[in-house]
């Protein structure tokens, strides 16, 4: 890597581990909101970044971990974690997204738990899984053009929302085996808005055998 | 996809939602970019190394958010000719 010429923004502490941290005496003066610059817990209190989101009219920047949700308005130099209504506290996040047009309107899949929707810039979630076979999502797109929703539910392929993530039905028509799911692992899932070629959205699936694409 | 190496894992993906958007794939050997629509690609000489999220600011494609597996993440200002943080 050459991240000997890459300064680095700072560890994402994760404040949901806080009361663990401390009873396992791991923790040493981790910053009331997850600070980054007060992230004394360096190497305990770190997961990995699963998936990124930003907000289109300020910036904020949604931050999804191997262990919750966090968002950061100054760039992740801070980060506060955001608590969603999972079963288990501080599931993995799979994948989070943020509509273009209504940036209040944000989207995160936990692993096992489901899709959960904020309205409010993430004051307040619910779940949104109407229809979808299975909780356990592994990528989630949204399209700039018309916010339509894509969801690879893992072992059931690809779901398709059309109404805001209020209901989910199985995605049908696409080339390249992405409605049934593209072959390999899922590590992301983006629709890309195209003015080349014919034009439109094409989804794009990032998995462990290379990247697939397939028009929407 | 010319220029972008097949057969590899992409770690992660994103873009940002003009309709003609800059692309970011993560693979084993660097960060790749295109700025055509996918049709070429170029590694940047300048990267994070084990990234596992992207994210492309939706106003301007030229701010690019990195995230790590060990947790960190880093940002861009010029596209991914340099990358820092904040402190």
Known sequence: MRSDRVRRTGRVPLRCLAATLVFAGLLQGIGAAGSLAAGAAEGAATAAITALAVNSQDGTLWIGTGRGLLRSADQARTVTSVALPTKVPATEITAVAVEFRSPWSVYAAAAGEGMFKSEDGGKSWAAVNSGLADPDIRGLALSPKDGRLHAHVRGNGLFVSKDGARSWKRAAGMSGGLASGPAGTISALASVNMSNGMGGIFLYAATDQGLARSPD | ?87
């Not at chain 2, 000489?45 to 995230?67: E, R």
């Not at chain 2, 597996?69 to 880093?74: D, I, L, T």
């Open chain 2, 1 to 87: 996809m010319g220029g972008l190496p097949t057969k590899q894992a992409v770690a992660a993906f994103a873009s940002d939602p003009t309709p003609k958007p800059v692309m970011f794939a993560a693979l084993p050997d660097g960060l790749w970019t295109s700025r055509d629509g996918g049709k070429t690609w170029q590694q940047l000489a300048k990267a994070p190394g084990g990234i596992t999220a992207l994210a492309v600011h939706p106003t301007n494609s030229g701010m690019v958010f990195a995230g790590t597996k060990e947790g960190r993440v880093f940002t861009t200002n010029d596209g991914g000719t340099s990358w820092e943080g904040p402190r």
